[in-house]
């Protein structure tokens, strides 16, 4: 695939997995480790349907937002998904442990 420039655009700056003119495929450069899966690649790509260069999203970005609570012992922010329910208390690991 060869892009076609005419309606290239800059959108480099927040990580994007779909381009605005609609395609999903990317030129970028790429390392691949000895297994033959992608090592690391660089956040600077290219659409191939029309050119555009974009930020390429990393799976940090694909995490949806954590969901935080704070522990009703000691208060510290906790991934709610980590802390232990105790009747309506909400307890991190360390406050469980000493309890
Ligand atoms: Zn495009
Ligand atoms: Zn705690």
Redesign the pocket.
């Known amino acids: 695939m060869k892009p076609d420039y005419t309606q290239a655009m800059d959108i480099r700056g927040k990580s994007t997995a779909v381009c605005p003119c609609g395609c999903e495929i990317w030129n970028l450069k790429c390392k691949f480790d000895d297994e033959g899966e992608i090592d690391m690649y660089f956040l600077d790509m290219e659409c191939a349907e029309c050119g555009t260069l974009a930020t390429a999203p990393t799976p940090v970005d694909s995490e949806p937002d954590k969901d935080m609570s704070a522990?009703?012992?000691?208060?510290?922010m906790?991934e709610t998904e980590t802390l232990m329910t105790m009747g309506d208390w909400l307890?991190?690991?360390?406050?469980?442990g000493d309890l």
């Open positions: 522990c009703t012992r000691c208060e510290a906790y307890v991190c690991e360390i406050c469980w």
